[in-house]
């Protein structure tokens, strides 16, 4: 998917991307709806049957439409499902780029009409024939089953888009303090709006920007969901689906804008051995955007942090008194931190 004008989602297969999801069959299609022969098919190439008959205008060009769909091969295996996500999804109705966009069929149907369409996956990776994975063979079709939610004006839909946007910045605040209450947590906030609670003092180094931390983390939304964790029984106990994630502590620089500012600032105020729960707003972490499916717009998180190791670089240090700035020398000496 690509984003169009006004911030909402298009169809496209120029450069497929696959979820593999567990099956979940809401939807089903009789043995008629298979044979391609039953089918319809558009300029394009795409094969097509609508479900349903509703009347109500069409969709139009630059209309905004949300609609649910089940992305599937042929042999019925679910690659993706926005009933299983939660959530529709939004596209712009534009003028079709390519088979596998969809634009062609969106115009079809209005309100609450349900359709099966298949693209065949030959024009899908004409071109890039690398890039076919083994459940697409030659001759096979990338099968969608969708269902139209709504339809808007550009106009309408952004202007919705902005209120839904506005309330969830207002709310922001409110839920987080909900949150700290029901929790009975006292943090500490930074003038950045940073709130921290240290659950586990220590009184080795703390590490200056620059320096590598080895961190050891869970990250969850305010309704609990938790949605990464290096850590492999809490991964485990949330049902989270890392395929090859190695579980050790992630290795960061800090203060170099490898991670959200809320981290960045964060793991300064903690020492070696230390641990700490940062709840972190949305404008020290991912924003407006949200992150996945798992983040959405202005979501406070919360993470359990663990300082596992504190790895010094050699820092400048400051010299007092004046200095001859025609030298121009820099004084460098190693850090003489004591170690624990």
Known sequence: MTTGRGGFFLLTMKSPVYFLLPLFAILTLGAHAQQTSDLKRTANGALYQIFTNNTGPKAKLNDVIT????????????????????????????????????????????????????????????????????????????TFVLK????????????????????????????????????????????????????????????LAGDTVLVNYTGRILSGKVFDSSIEAEAKSAGLDQPGRKYEPISVVVGQGQVIPGWDEGLLLLNEGSKATFIIPSGLAYGEKGAGQDIPPYSTLVFNIQVVKVKPIKHASAKTGVVNPAKKRVYKKPLTTKKN
């Open 67 to 142: 609609f649910n769909f089940i992305q599937k091969t042929d042999k019925d295996s679910i690659l993706f499902n926005t009933y299983k996500a939660g959530r529709p999804v939004q596209a712009q109705i534009q003028a079709p780029q390519n088979v596998g966009d969809l634009m062609e069929v969106f115009p079809l149907l209005c309100v609450k009409d349900s359709a099966l369409v298949k693209v065949p996956t030959d024009s899908v990776f004409k071109g890039h024939e690398e890039s076919r994975p083994p459940f697409f063979p030659k001759g096979s079709y990338l």
């Open 148 to 207: 139209i939610e709504k339809v808007q004006t550009l106009t309408d839909a952004i202007t919705e888009k902005r209120a839904e946007a506005q309330k969830l910045k207002d709310d922001e605040a409110a839920t987080a303090n909900k949150y700290i209450m029901a929790n009975k947590l006292i943090p500490v906030t930074t003038t950045s709006g940073l709130k921290y609670v240290v659950t586990q003092p220590s009184v080795k180094r703390k590490p």
